[in-house]
Each structure stands twice: as structure tokens, then as C-alpha cells.
């Protein structure tokens, strides 16, 4: 299980992807987390989010090219894709008969997920928009509190405006 302040019961709450939710349902009771989601654009009206999966291809200088696609399609099966829900490896892919019960589970904030998803998802060109550029921004004065021993609630305000600067200028990119 994956060591972080919020399942230490150290900080009470964190921004976090869903692939998170089977550990925080192993690790903590239903009763002590949810979900929520991010906030609208202001213009849009939207919530902006990713949805990552995990991938399978097949290397093209693969040795047995077709046994190989073969083990990809069955990764991408119902019945794989079951397997792997079960094992709280993956987020259940787009098969509803998966992932309906999936995100059903507790916390009931996951269902939100799955609306939000299903209202408000649209295909771009980016994951994550703009987050490395954002990242590259607010770890460093972050890592750098830890690091040194700087106090880490002005670090914090420092990281806060600069993450709202740089979230700011995501927001105009990401309207264009």
C-alpha cells in the first residue's frame, strides 16, 4: 500500500487520479474519504480532468508479432478487463458492464467520477494539460521547503500563487 500523508490520516484531503481509490478503500474505512471533483471553467462551465489507462501495444520488432497482438487483444477483453477490476490492478475500462460496478463502490463519490466523465468528457490532443508546465513551476518550491527546511506554509502560499499564475495561463490555452 502506498505510504502518503492522506492515508497517514496526516492531511485531510489530496488531489489525486481514481486508480487511487482501491488503495484508499484498502487502507482506509469507506466512512473516512470520497471523491470530489475539480471545479468548472469559468467560461466553459466544464470540468476539466484526464482519463488515463494503462496501455498495451506491441513492439514493432517483436519476435512473434502475432502472438503478441493476440495477448493484446485479450488484455483488451471483457473478460481481462474483469479480471483486472477484480484485482484493483486498473480502472475498469469504458465496458459498462465493468466499469458501472467499479465506480459504484464506495465511496459514493466515485459515481461523480463516472458522471463527470460521461457529461463533460470531450478528446483533445493533451493528458494531463498543462501539468508538467504547472509541475515544473510549484515542486521545486515544494521539494525545496522539504529539502532545506524552509517553512513549509509560506512554501505552501509560494506554490499556491504560482500554481494559480501558471493555472491561469493553462486556462487561456486550454480556450483557444
Known amino acids: 500500500m502506498a505510504n502518503t500523508p492522506f492515508m497517514d490520516r496526516?492531511?485531510?484531503?489530496?488531489?489525486?487520479?481514481?486508480?487511487w481509490a482501491t488503495e484508499f478503500n484498502k487502507g482506509l474505512d469507506a466512512d473516512e474519504w470520497d471523491a470530489a471533483l475539480l471545479p468548472k471553467h469559468p467560461?466553459?462551465?466544464?470540468r476539466t480532468m484526464t482519463l488515463e489507462s494503462d496501455g498495451f501495444w506491441v513492439f514493432?520488432?517483436?519476435k512473434?508479432?502475432?502472438?503478441?497482438f493476440n495477448l493484446v487483444k485479450y488484455?483488451?477483453?471483457?473478460a481481462a478487463q474483469q479480471m483486472f477490476m477484480d484485482a484493483g490492478y486498473v480502472i475498469p475500462s469504458d465496458i459498462p458492464d465493468?466499469?458501472?460496478?467499479?465506480?459504484?463502490q464506495k465511496p459514493d463519490g466515485l459515481v461523480k467520477v463516472l458522471e463527470n466523465l460521461n457529461t463533460d468528457s470531450a478528446k483533445n490532443g493533451y493528458t494531463n494539460f498543462e501539468s508538467a508546465t504547472i509541475n515544473s513551476v510549484v515542486a521545486p518550491i515544494i521539494l525545496?521547503?522539504?529539502?532545506?527546511?524552509?517553512?513549509?506554509?509560506?512554501a505552501l502560499k509560494d506554490?499556491?500563487?504560482a500554481m494559480n499564475g501558471e493555472l491561469a495561463t493553462a486556462w487561456e490555452l486550454f480556450a483557444q
Open 10 to 19: 496526516k492531511v485531510a484531503m489530496t488531489v489525486a487520479g481514481i486508480w
Open 144 to 154: 525545496t521547503a522539504f529539502a532545506d527546511g524552509s517553512d513549509i506554509a509560506q
Open 43 to 46: 467560461k466553459t462551465g466544464k
Open 64 to 68: 512473434e508479432p502475432e502472438l503478441a
Open 60 to 62: 514493432k520488432g517483436a
Open 75 to 78: 488484455f483488451a477483453s471483457p
Open 98 to 104: 465493468i466499469a458501472n460496478p467499479w465506480y459504484a
Open 159 to 161: 506554490a499556491d500563487a
